[in-house]
């Protein structure tokens, strides 16, 4: 089955680019969910299937996914963005919901 | 889709516990469970169809852990049976709203495995 590797953490100044990344074994071929959770907040869905944004979520949010990564990209970070960032993806083989294990993003 | 999650509480080992998510709004859509340990990530427990005919459970709580829906009810639920101390976390139910996976959230249910 799958597993999804994060990186623990991230550390971005005010107005870089974040790249937040979630590896595993091809994962190209899946599409890839992305949730933001903020400190004593339920988690929020900012990315579906690898590029499309909910209503509501800035155009700043973007992603990719490709061979054995996946990518979500934060342009022009601001502060607010400072939250813990989950991928999601179906594994079709075991049919289980996977979470990677989450990145903490700090501006 | 607003979500209430309760039912939550202290409960000793080997005890069972039964949680809902109430909903409103679209309510005949794909529902899930998800938990989140004290200062840890996000952890899939269980999902249901919109119809209730196909379920899916985690591998750890596989066996232990069975999810139902009544629609009439507008109401997920979890039935927790077995409970051990590393089932403790808050217990969130999200929904699939027709755009992404897990879209809506409620606000969680905080569940103490404790002797």
């Known amino acids: 089955s799958f597993e999804l590797t994060q990186s623990p953490s991230v550390s971005v100044a005010p107005g870089d680019t974040a790249r937040i990344s979630c590896g595993g074994d091809?994962?190209?071929?899946?599409?890839v969910n992305w949730y933001q959770q903020k400190p004593g907040q339920s988690p929020l869905l900012v990315l579906y299937h690898d590029v499309y944004r909910p209503s509501g979520i800035p155009e700043r949010f973007s992603g990719s996914n490709s061979w054995d990564t996946a990518t979500l990209i934060i342009s022009r970070v601001e502060a607010g963005d400072e939250a813990d960032y989950y991928c999601?993806?179906?594994?079709?083989?075991?049919?289980?919901?996977?979470f990677g294990g989450g990145t903490k993003l700090t501006v | 889709v607003q979500l209430a999650e309760s039912g939550g509480g202290v409960v000793q080992p080997g005890r069972s516990l039964r949680l809902s998510c109430a909903a409103s709004g679209i309510t005949l859509i794909p529902f899930h469970w998800v938990r989140q340990a004290p200062g840890k990530g996000l952890e899939w427990i269980a999902s249901?169809?919109?119809?209730?005919?196909?379920?899916y459970h985690a591998d750890s709580v596989k066996g232990r852990f069975i999810v139902s829906r009544d629609n009439s009810r507008k109401t997920l639920f979890l039935q927790m049976n077995s409970l051990r101390g590393e089932d403790t976390a808050l217990y969130y139910c999200?929904?699939?709203?027709?755009?992404?996976?897990?879209?809506?959230w409620g606000q969680g249910t905080l569940v103490t495995v404790s002797s």
């Open positions: 999200a929904g699939d709203r027709g755009g992404g996976p897990f879209e809506d």
């Open positions: 999601l993806v179906w594994d079709t083989e075991s049919v289980h919901w996977v």
């Open positions: 091809e994962i190209g071929t899946v599409r």
């Open positions: 249901m169809s919109s119809d209730g005919n196909n379920e």
